[in-house]
């Protein structure tokens, strides 16, 4: 049994000219394994690219340490998804740290990952915008639920996944096993690179009843 601490990246403005940082944690692991220790801590410029897991930040710069890890990637033109080969790095984002997963809910193979079973999130590389007028994606889903279920939102990144911005909220239904949706209009003014996330913040898994959802059929 392994105790996991998660990394959380917030940009924060101080209005102090030095401050210190305390790491600290009540004993939430079992008591057979009261130790935890930190490693590559970074304060200073934002990395972009969600850069932890095998990488470290260094001078605001993604520093790669294992073949996981990828800083350099390349923009995609258009984006169609249906996960009949699985997950594919070629079009996601690869963290370590998430649990990737691509199954089949009725005859469309489906993807999401997790986040220490409670949070489901997946996204993409780098897209280009100018290529893009409408995205739209279907959400497939297996209830054996009665209680109610958080929300799906879509979100955009124009600066490297350091912050995001909410594109669609989906609140998926109980008695529903296909949700289809589409978005027509994308912002091209200040930025022609995004990325893009499909993020369920409360997983069901903390329910007691079986609720599977995935998206497929994504067309940029």
Avoid at 188 to 194: T, V
Wanted: charged share 20%; with cysteine; net charge positive.
């Amino acid at each position: 049994s392994v105790c996991r601490l998660n990394t959380v990246v917030k940009n924060v403005r101080f209005h102090v000219s030095a401050i210190r940082f305390r790491f600290h944690s009540n004993d939430t692991c079992t008591k057979n394994y009261p130790i935890w220790s930190l490693r590559y801590i970074h304060i200073g410029k934002a990395c972009q690219m969600n850069c932890f897991g095998a990488g470290r930040c260094e001078n605001g710069q993604c520093i790669c340490m294992e073949d996981k890890c990828s800083t350099k990637m390349s923009t995609m033109k258009n984006f169609r998804e249906i996960f009949e080969n699985g997950f594919t790095s070629n079009y996601w984002m690869y963290h370590d740290s998430y649990t990737h997963y691509t199954d089949k809910l009725g005859t469309h193979h489906v993807l999401w990952t997790d986040i220490n079973n409670y949070s489901k999130q997946a996204i993409t590389r780098p897209i280009d915008l100018r290529e893009i007028g409408a995205i739209k994606w279907t959400y497939k889903i297996n209830s054996t639920c009665n209680s109610s279920l958080d929300p799906v939102y879509l979100l955009i990144s124009t600066d490297g996944t350091l912050t995001w911005k909410v594109l669609h909220k989906a609140k998926l239904t109980l008695n529903s096993s296909d949700y289809a949706t589409n978005i027509e209009y994308i912002d091209r003014k200040k930025n022609s690179i995004a990325q893009f996330r499909w993020y369920q913040p409360n997983s069901i898994r903390k329910l007691s009843c079986n609720f599977t959802w995935g998206f497929t059929r994504i067309n940029m």
